[in-house]
């Protein structure tokens, strides 16, 4: 049985281990990095954002993962075969990087020779400011992007991913927010709108294993006049304790138990593998995701390799809310990825 955190409080107890284990709708449970008990490398705490519209897609991310930090953004225009992304590294940063402590509010940012990016947070409204001279070979990129998400409910998870109980992951994820601005890419100028264009939020910190995988998905549309949103997720922590999946219908969430997806393998004539379809032990779960583009995003440094196999395209099929109601899924656009670090 999942547990719902409802008492706010410390994440961390006076050892180092989680306090409580759970979900929430809201992040109840305050995170700070000088609570670890563990060994400083160990600690990984990274702000992203996953922006998707019809016709491209932008993905941003600033990460300390203390034996170095990663800034990151990638982009894709759906009507190329063409992905563009560049990683910015630094060495054995430490808690160095400037992320802000809590997902509440509060700004994170990063710079270097050439780019900068800025996530500014005042709550129910997001602020991302970024730009990268030399991004495809002369062209740059830059974009001013907002991200609106009236009071509504969130996910948030706090799960052991070991039996000691200090090595944990504590994240916070939001989906279906409305996006407006501008991305300029070269001389080309894109679009975002609300009603059509939707961001993804990954707040994530914790004290991970040298070697780590798992799977996140997030889509959002409008279906029947309102926002319809998804999280979606397997691999780190225990299901029984507690998941990341969960369908957001009018600002409501509704829990869902855990997923099992069934993965396409490649091949030559269809490489990004043909449908994936998930459900659930609880039969709450029925969707078919197609992707239609698919890129990866690889940093191998010897001593570090992440990578990131990362697929958009539609959602549809049909979830359960939790009154008993069915509720259809009709071409949700988003994105799942599977992710494979040894860090």
């Keep these: 049985m999942q547990h719902k955190i409802e008492q706010a409080g410390p994440l961390l107890a006076e050892d180092g281990t989680l306090r409580e284990t759970g979900y929430a709708f809201r992040p109840v449970l305050d995170y700070d990095r000088k609570a670890v008990r ?20 932008i993905d941003l991310s600033i990460a300390d993962y203390s034996n170095i930090g990663v800034d990151s953004i990638s982009f894709r225009d759906f009507s190329s075969s063409v992905f563009y992304a560049k ?26 020779r050439g780019y900068s990016i800025e996530f500014r947070n005042g709550g129910d409204q997001r602020h ?20 609106h998400r009236p009071s509504c409910d969130h996910i948030v998870t706090a799960a052991p991913l070991a039996e000691s109980g200090k090595l944990f992951c504590y994240k916070h994820r939001i989906q279906g927010m409305s996006a407006s601005g501008t991305i300029q890419f070269g001389n080309r100028e894109y679009k975002l709108a609300p009603g059509r264009s939707f961001g993804s939020f990954g707040w994530v910190r914790g004290v991970w294993s040298k070697s780590s995988e798992w799977i996140w998905g997030g ?6 006049g309102s926002v319809l949103s998804l999280n979606l997720g397997s691999g780190d922590g225990n299901p029984a304790s507690t998941t990341e999946n969960v369908i957001f219908c009018r600002g409501t969430a509704h829990k869902l138990s855990d997923a099992q997806w069934d993965i396409p ?53 049909n979830v359960m809310l939790d009154d008993g109601t069915d509720t259809p899924v009709s071409q949700l656009q988003g994105f799942v990825e599977r992710v494979r670090n040894r860090w």
């Design 87 to 112: 990683n910015r590294i630094q060495l054995f940063e430490k808690g160095d990087k400037l992320l802000s402590p809590t997902s509440v509010i509060g700004d994170s940012k990063s710079k270097g």
């Design 128 to 147: 991302l400011v970024f730009s990268m001279k030399r991004f495809s070979g002369r062209n740059g990129i830059s974009g001013d992007i907002v991200l």
């Design 219 to 224: 889509a959002a549309g409008i279906e029947d």
């Design 265 to 317: 393998l490649r091949s030559k004539s269809m490489p990004e593998g043909g449908d994936w379809h998930i459900s659930s032990d609880d039969g709450r779960i029925d969707l078919v995701f197609t992707p239609h583009s698919r890129h990866e995003n690889r940093v191998n440094l010897g001593f570090t390799r992440l990578e990131r196999e990362q697929l958009f395209g539609t959602y549809t099929g």
């Design 38 to 57: 563990h060994d400083a490398t160990r600690i990984k705490e990274w702000d992203r954002y996953v922006i998707v519209d019809p016709d491209f897609e």
